[in-house]
């Protein structure tokens, strides 16, 4: 694999290969990280400000890094009559490693889209965002709402896991 010795890390690259009797497995394709504070809350997005964490002050117990890992697709199927437009990944730890899944209070959820993902999907409202529950083995839709501009999914949650936006399949 020396052509990745050349590779510009800041340009996402998808790799697929069809080996039969392979085990599959997701790609990731960008990953961001930031902290959050008790005093201060805090907030990760990504280089594009199309994934936008914005915890607010005395959400987290403790100090908090945050991971978001864009995925070329979801780690579990979605379900049937939906396609997914976008998959990622909301990790956190603290200080000394160990995960985090749920929080003390909400934080906001942002996930946007420049105006050619918008002349491609139409309107943001008819989107899903869903969560992939571990304990039932299944993809949970979340309320959400378009911001202001049109452009974003506004989304409270108390909690980290898988995430997908969904589509009606055509």
Avoid at 57 to 65: F, I, Y
Wanted: glycine share 4%.
């Amino acid at each position: 694999l020396r052509f990745l010795a050349d590779r510009n890390p800041d340009r996402p690259v998808q790799f697929s290969a069809d080996l039969p009797g392979a085990i599959p497995t997701r790609l990731r394709v960008q990953q961001n990280s930031g902290a959050v504070t008790p005093d201060k809350g805090g907030t990760i997005q990504d280089d594009e400000k199309k994934l936008i964490v914005e915890f607010p002050p005395n959400a987290v117990d403790q100090d908090v890094e945050v991971v978001h890992t864009e995925l070329v697709s979801p780690t579990v199927d979605v379900p049937a009559g939906k396609i997914p437009v976008r998959s990622f990944l909301l990790d956190a730890s603290d200080n000394e490693g160990n995960a985090i899944h749920q929080f003390k209070d909400f934080y906001v959820l942002k996930v946007c889209s420049d105006d050619q993902e918008l002349a491609e999907l139409g309107d943001l409202s008819k989107l899903e965002l869903v969560y992939f529950d571990e304990a039932k083995q299944e993809w949970i839709a979340v309320e959400s709402k378009v911001d202001d501009s049109g452009q974003c999914l506004l989304i409270k949650l108390d909690h980290f896991t898988e995430f997908a936006v969904l589509d009606d399949a055509p």
